[in-house]
């Protein structure tokens, strides 16, 4: 049994590209501590953390699930992440949630992209390496620590190393025993490197290490090692194989002696207010302090309802509480406080700093919101994480009439779930659009909607998102009038239009002088300008990356209404837009395409002949290639299928948004004369 202290919970998200054996690990992580009594197997749908139906369909995650398991006295939550790239969203909600990475890179897998983009989203925690399958015939364990210090820094050191016949690992830092045998280096220079890695931030126990020449117990070396995790100045190393137990029990050691408690871990920032003006707050892991919780996932389920999970910072939390949720004026309440182990739910009596918990049926928390018992913590919220931007779109209608509004519904969960989906509806084509990350993540979808909603859905390529922007400065004056007998409607406009640089969005500047456009109007103003700007005026696609100021106007103390200055604002911005060389925006993907060696030239034609362009090139691994390159959007249809097609499905592909260029002329031409044609 644990103790219950905050000193003892641990809290570790595994995170990784798909295959490198985060699900396995963790079935024999619980499995050594007594969690369960076998271990499940993915291939069989029989894991604790793979619950769900598609999950077991697919073969891996697709969610984030939480486990837990006792060790040495130490509660260790355990967040099992998805790997696929396109779910790379669902990953980064998981460690708000952590004060530990466990960055699972597979032996006979390399360091790929994945494991590069979550070794980022995780600086600012502590990060450990687990490198899994030790044991399959071939890997070069050597060559792999190696690529660790060359792509993420000396700070990589194994704490471990595997014994010459793979069957266990031998300890480096606890009690080394320096002439115990190992598969590559010695446990000397390993425990060394590791000493003189952690000293370094202490420089009262660098003295007594390099002066005095005396050796230093692990408890001398606690501090200044949860230090270094803490700073990045230490990426720990160690080896594990899931399917013979070689190393499992070491690392639940060293997740409870050497990784950082709540207490210890670098702590949860939040913010009070929006914008600049936000002050910066930390929370503090005491118990009898206002509760501050964390939603980082919502989960739905057609039997259990809305599931919120989220993670206590400070404060307490009991069953039959009344919480706040956001900025929400009414309580709501807590009516069952729940423990996660994978699907099964136990439900606890109260929770405090440190613990992740879950509450199910209360429709008013979302992802990203903070829990409170205080209107002290109104307007609390974390710091906004950046995702990956959604950029393959698919248009859905139902099959079946009548289940418009269920397909909305369906769409609507599966977008609180994920934060890399994005619903929309193209007002040109008069279509709902799903935009997700790439094509697995856009099947996975329809495949949800299917199987959750028992939805039949028809789906069609959707028309390529175009944005317009302007090249110049550009300005004018409209004036709108109207009688029909009685009250007429009167409403003049003067306003400028300036180009942003690109990605800046749209700005509103009120410049007016003396009154000549009333302040209760001037909303009306802004109303009519983004009317316009989403209507677009070169080829009916929306209007970014410009600044609109308001220099001055008309009003009639009879005549003028929110109608009149919502049509002269809209007809004034158009004609200044007009005098601005308006332009044709085309959004731009990275795209990364992992292929043996030797195929580069048949990739890069592919590219070139899609009007893209290489960005360069990587080896992540012996007799791998990965090419980096940026192409227009309008030119990916059927990319992926070309490049399977050209290396006979031996490849790897990830699609993620880059920017917004112009547009070719002939380009523009077109979809300008195409909207003209529409528009008569």
Known sequence: MTSGRLCDIRNLALVGASGAGKTTLLESLLVAAGAIGSAGSVEKGTTVSDYDPLEKTLGHSLNTSVCHLDWAECAVNL????????????????????????????ASGGVGTLTRRVMEEANGLCRMMVVTGIDVPGVDLAALVGRFAEIFGKVCLPINLPTPDLSGVVDCFFAPDPDAETAFSSVRAAHEALIDQVVELDEELMTVY?????????????????KALREGHLIPVCFTSARSGSGVRELLELIAKLMPSPEEGNPAHF????????????????????????????????????????????GTLRAGSQIFVGDARKTVKVAHLLRLQGRNQQEVS???????????????????????????????????????QPVAGLALRPTKLGDEQKLADALGQLCEEDPCLAVEYDIQGKQTVVRAMGQPHLKILCEALSQRWGLKLDTAPPAVPYRETIGAVGQARYRHKK????????????????????????????????????????????????????????????????????????????????????????HAVLEAIALSRPQLLEPYVTAL?????????????????????????????????????????????????????????????????????????????????????GEQ
């Open 79 to 106: 967040l099992d992440t998805p790997g696929t790239p396109d779910l790379l969203g669902r990953a980064q909600s998981a460690l708000d949630a952590v004060e530990t990475t466990l960055v699972c890179v597979r």
């Open 210 to 226: 390099l002066e005095q020449g005396e050796s230093l117990t692990p408890e001398q070396l606690h501090a200044p090692f949860e």
């Open 271 to 314: 913010l009070r207010g929006e914008g600049e003006g936000a002050e910066d707050l930390v929370a503090s892991p005491d118990p009898a302090a206002h509760l501050v919780a964390h939603v980082f996932q919502i989960a739905n389920d057609a039997y259990r309802g809305k599931l919120a999970i989220f993670r206590i910072h400070q």
């Open 350 to 388: 109260s929770a405090g700093p440190g613990e992740i918990c879950a509450l199910a049926r209360i429709e008013e928390i979302h992802r990203d919101a903070v829990l409170h018992d205080s209107h002290d913590e109104d307007l609390l919220h974390r710091a906004p994480r950046v995702f990956p």
């Open 483 to 570: 009688q029909s007998g009685g009250a007429g409607q009167f409403g003049e406009v003067e306003l400028r239009v300036e180009p942003l640089a690109r990605g800046s969005g749209f700005e509103f500047v009120d410049q007016v002088k003396g009154g000549t456009i009333p302040g209760q109007f001037m909303p009306a103003v802004e109303k009519g300008v983004r009317q316009a700007l989403a209507e677009g005026a070169l080829a009916g696609f929306p209007i970014q990356d410009l600044r609109v100021v308001v220099l001055d106007g008309k009003h009639h103390a009879v005549d003028s209404n929110e109608v009149s200055f919502v049509s002269a604002a809209r």
């Open 593 to 677: 395409v992992r292929t043996r060696d030797g195929m580069f030239g048949s990739v890069s034609g592919e590219i070139s002949a899609r009007r893209g362009r290489l960005l360069g090139t990587d080896s992540p691994q012996a007799g791998w290639t990965e090419i980096n390159a940026q192409l227009p959007l309008a030119e990916m249809d059927g990319f992926e299928a070309r490049i399977k097609s050209l290396l006979a499905g031996d490849c790897g592909l990830t699609v993620s948004f880059s920017h917004y260029e112009n547009a070719p002329l002939d380009i523009q031409s077109r979809l300008a004369r195409a909207w003209e044609v």
